[in-house]
C-alpha cells in the first residue's frame, strides 16, 4: 500500500511539473505598457505612437518605419551642420561615429557658407528608403535639400549610422546606391 502512494505521489509530482512548465510562449516577455507596435506593409507604414529614438523597454534599437529613420537623421544632420556653423567640435562629436567624419566637419568651418541658421525643419527629406536596419547598424537612401546653405537642389545617397552606447551616430555616406555601404555596417567602431 505504501508503495501505491508513493507512487501516486510521484506521479502527482510529475503531472504538476509538466502542467507548470513553462511554454515557450511563457519565456517572451509581455509587452510593456506604453510601448508601440509597429507593422510594415510593401507601400504604407503605420504605427501606433509618435516616432521616436529612444529605445523601448525591451531595449531594441532597430529602426522599423521611414518615420523613425527620418527622425533619426534629422537630429543628426542638424547636429553636423549646427556643430559647422558654430566652428563647434564638440557639438559635430556628439553626431558622428569616426574621426574621419570629425575631421571633415572641421574642415568644414571654412568652406561651407550659409545663408541662414541651420534649423531642424531647415532639412526637408524628399524621399527615405531604409536599405538595411538591424540594432547596430541603419542604411537610409535619402533625397534631401537644406535651403540654409542656399540651394534648393536636392542631394540624394546613402546614409550609414551605427548605434553606440549612447545612442545613433553618423558614420558615413555614400553618393550612389549601388556604392559599398554595407561594409559600413560590418566595420568594427
Known sequence: MRRVIAALIVVGLAVGVFLLWPTPLDDEEPEAAGSTTTTTEPSTTSTAAAPTTSTT?????????????????????????????NQDEER????????????????AFETLTFTEPPSESGLQFEELEILSADEECLAVWSVTTTPFLGSSDPRSGVEVVRWTDD????TSSWRFREDLWEADCEVQL
Open 92 to 107: 559635430i562629436r556628439e553626431v558622428v561615429a569616426t574621426e574621419t567624419l570629425l575631421e571633415a566637419g572641421i574642415r
Open 57 to 85: 523597454t525591451d531595449e531594441s534599437h532597430v529602426v522599423e518605419t521611414v518615420e523613425e529613420a527620418e527622425e533619426i537623421l534629422r537630429e543628426l544632420w542638424f547636429g553636423w551642420f549646427e556643430g559647422i556653423y
Open 167 to 170: 545612442g545613433w551616430r553618423l
